[in-house]
């Protein structure tokens, strides 16, 4: 059995993930990690875990890791994440990072938008981006993996297959994102009351989302070209999901609906958390809520590509893609918990 | 035109009680007091009301009172309200006041629920509740109205008919209460954190909610007997509504349906915001959001009479209660800026 | 006091007609049609309209007319309204209709799209689109109006600032839509049972959504140049609200945030119902339903000027509009029953 | 592996059953029965299920039973569940039954409130109530089980430790119950549109429901006296889950939270779905929406005992019972596939 820990138990993607690690057979949490000093049990904080989990959350320190873990995952906030991880990948445990710290690899692009030095060079130059649709083969081999963000994850895999054939042009995507509230993490403010968000639409960040420069980063990387995106979010009054519509333009005005659904089902023929809609159906977030996958669909219009995927922010977009992750480090099946 | 101010401008029910009075044809805003000191407009706090109010919020102190106004509500919350309301009084200034400082005639019982001293000796003594329908030759000669909680409002209406009258056991009544979530304030708190709501109900403070006196003590005075209630709120996700489900004992066990229609027919018969609802037809807190309206239903089963009414807190059981308040104590049209 | 009937009394948007019209000082509800042969009063349809319009519904028959009304609102489908809207101009009767059958100029674009022979060739030539902030002056002198569709009206309020100063490429332009369940109708269908819509968001019509055409075609009538936008709506989990997220391309790449607040401000500087948000302040939808109002801002990027609209599609985008027309019409105060 | 089909596959009940049994190690899928003749993929139904069970549904005839089932889930409407079970046990397959046909030892009493005569006199014989916490040994040697309602689960739960000690009146109890809209099941209805059902509250079928009989009936059996409630039920804005507040009279005045949670705490010690709450810690159905587990606190007031219980209507209310009956049923361990 794993040994696993969480480093940041108190968040509600430590819950989704807990709820996870819990059915997942060959790990077992041994861990968990909170920076405040009162040792709450964890199904105090979350209820939902009572008779499930009963551990006591220990407080986290700067200077000694915890003892009996494998691999930890690190849920804490950016700019805190990096504190704490170096600590860990020292001993040679596993980490698993949900902040923004590891994802970059370009230093001074993370420090622009962090508003941070960031501390831990070797640590984000030697990170691996854990989307395994895309860097399967480098996660095997890393010990650090930067957990992608909920909003870069329904983007990226929404747009990898036409970029990476170079079918459409890359400085010119619009992407409109639409995320449930969970994604504004537990803290309550004026933005998280109830009363703000239940029947309310709003843009936020126009022009400035984080997410962006993440987008961008991971999708030139990966696809060899400068790609340059649109992207403004907004807030949904549900819980959970995340819808993205992305329109491209085709660089080949010919192309067709069913060119393009040879391309989307070649390029994920062999994805177990990727599925893929056709015939004029399109991904809802009811369906992939509480799962691990990806839905997509895509539709070529006028002069324009329109992709449209969804998922989980918590579990696709967090909980689930780490777990998926530690399985693809750890040698499991790629599915193993989350089916 | 009355000149009026609102004391405590930036709550939920004040932003409800100025979309009242600026419909209201006898009625001019003419101050917007706020416990903070950076003078806001209030089309800044509530971006809704831009283009219909931007009036500057002024700093209130504890010494001064507003010049140009004839009537004050007063929308602090409890123990602060009566640092103020004795401030307008004094100067020969209408008061309606939203907390629960001029509810009780009962000092002694408000310090015990209120865990606070009672400043006001002289206003808690004169004030008039402020419940139209049972009150309305008292509010009419007062210049100190303590406008009724939401809970208090919804389960009073209903009642009263049955204990006027003699019909049920008065210490044998359950108040089953359910509300929308703007009945828990504005304040960002984890209770009112949009993913604990959502796609929840849940009970509180069981057993000791402090409308529960309230409620007690005004029925009692008002229909002359010892009337005792077991009281249960619950959150519900949506913004605004309140629904009671209130259980009654009828002395009588051969009362019909028909004999309560005729006594709640009768009771009522009169007022312009109390409907009665007959035929197996039910309130629904979809049909009264957004109006002064209470619905009543009632139905007698085999050893109870059911009553079931439906407001809207931040309406019939805040803003709007105060503004009928306000029409009968300035002897306006009881319904104006309400239909 | 202007007598006014409603065909088609049953409809979501009737149910907000009736409200606003119960509280317009020159205006009296004197007859309802309906398509049934029951002749149920309306508040039993609607309860939230008992003590407020206790009126019986009459079954609207194609021949005849019902007496004393001098302006009807027809609030039937497309294709049946046609059927109707004929007989009472016949007769001297002022037509607002809430259809679709009447916002086209060119008939043959409107049977492409709903599939259906027009069949008042004379009405579809004269009809104005009553959009009073485009075309005020026109509905002045007509006595037939079409009343726009909801999200034409979010976005071509949006649009028409920077279109008709020529200053967007107007066949670049992404229009994506997100609106409230009401805007699906009252019919129970699949699409609109509870569980399905809430805790969802998706996407419908992908491509195909027959406000596309009435944008298309009225923007380019009203800003004399052939506009295509991309329109892709979506479905919200909550009752009433359209949030238009609109992405242009400038011609001019150095234009400003401050140059464009300068056109809207120019634009809309008269209009009771516009509001204009600046300052990296978004329209929420919140901020907008039950009310008429249209907020709108705009943010200048790299390469985009980003517009985002909110409005009320029961009011603005039906009922709240109609009325305003009506208004325009007869002569009253534009904002007459709506502020 | 045991062979399990689902007779009614469409229900939303079934979905839950489904992803449930997908997760269950010794149980395979292996027939879909639907009344339909169109042979649809159960992933066409429900998209979410795309790449986890793809199976064609077969159309179910009432003179053939499939073949290669060990054990049917029945999931259809009351009335007709009875035409098709008789064709399962006579196979010697077992039958798990979700409607009301096989809930009542009373063949007269399911007459009077389902309004039909019952065709199976010798199922509704021998058939087990399936509450694995009150049945658990019968429930091991049957092959018929009538899986119980969801109200019913929530309220005998609560009540079973009181009533079972002879410490409450049992005809002085008042059951105030909350549901989700999936509690209204999949047709399309007024009830269930969603615009009104959200930003909604009211009680439905006062005085007539019939979880009520139900729920009479297993109690009165269970616990040897004849137990009577008041039992209202009201319709949350909100996808599933179940909250019921229950006031009973305790025949001991003095007695005290802490006698009561004992009792409750050796009524419940070894069941694995109960949780008990204690220290003014009340169930909410976020804590057990998706899972298999009854929370329940209690509060003892001046005359009262205030019981409150929460479950998902969908799993422990439906699905999730359903497979712990088949885990007891088979002798497999009872949280298989729940936990």
Redesign the interface.
């Known amino acids: 059995m794993l040994k696993v820990g969480i480093i940041g138990a108190t968040a509600?993607t430590s819950l989704e993930l807990i709820k996870i690690l819990?059915?997942h057979p060959e790990v077992k949490i041994t861990y968990l990690g909170v920076r405040r000093t009162d040792r709450p049990k964890i199904s105090d904080i979350f209820?939902?875990l009572?008779?499930?989990l009963d551990l006591t959350c220990e407080t986290i320190e700067q200077k000694e890791v915890p003892k009996d873990i494998d691999l930890a995952f690190v849920t804490l906030p950016p700019t805190i994440s990096m504190q704490y991880v170096p600590l860990f990948t020292k001993k040679g445990i596993k980490v698993i990072d949900f902040s923004a710290d590891y994802r970059f690899r370009d230093k001074s692009l993370y420090e622009k938008w962090y508003k941070a030095q960031h501390t831990d060079s070797k640590g984000i130059k030697t990170a691996v981006y854990g989307l395994p649709e895309l860097s399967r083969n480098e996660i095997k081999k890393t010990n650090l993996v930067g957990n992608p963000g909920c909003y870069t994850t329904a983007t990226i895999l929404a747009l990898a297959p036409l970029l990476s054939k170079g079918l459409i042009y890359p400085e010119d995507i619009?992407v409109?994102a639409?995320s449930?509230?969970?994604g504004r993490g537990?803290e309550?403010?004026?933005d998280?009351?109830?009363?703000?968000?239940?029947?309310?639409?709003?843009?936020?960040s126009?022009?400035s989302h984080r997410h962006s420069p993440e987008i961008e980063h991971i999708l030139s990387i990966k696809t060899n070209q400068r790609v340059?995106i649109?992207f403004?979010p907004?807030l949904?009054?549900?819980?959970?999901?995340i819808?993205c519509?992305i329109?491209a333009k085709p660089k080949d005005k010919t192309i067709s609906d069913n060119d393009i659904h040879k391309i989307y089902n070649g390029f994920y023929k062999n994805e177990?958390f990727v599925?893929l809609?056709e015939g004029?159906?399109?991904?809802?977030?009811?369906?992939?809520?509480?799962?691990n996958?990806c839905?997509i669909a895509t539709?070529v219009?006028?002069?324009?590509i329109?992709i449209?995927s969804a998922i989980d922010n918590l579990i696709k977009g967090a909980s689930g893609q780490a777990v998926q992750n530690m399985n693809v480090m750890c040698g499991f099946d790629e599915g193993m918990g989350l089916?």
């Open positions: 509600y819990l059915r209820p939902a009572k008779n499930l619009i409109d639409k449930g509230v969970s537990r309550p403010k004026e998280t009351h109830y009363c703000e968000c239940n029947e309310n639409i709003e843009a936020y126009v022009g340059s649109q403004v907004h949904i009054p549900m819980n959970r999901g819808l519509t329109y177990p599925r809609k004029n159906e399109f991904p809802k977030t009811k369906d992939v809520i509480y799962t996958f839905d539709k219009t006028d002069n324009r329109i449209i089916l």
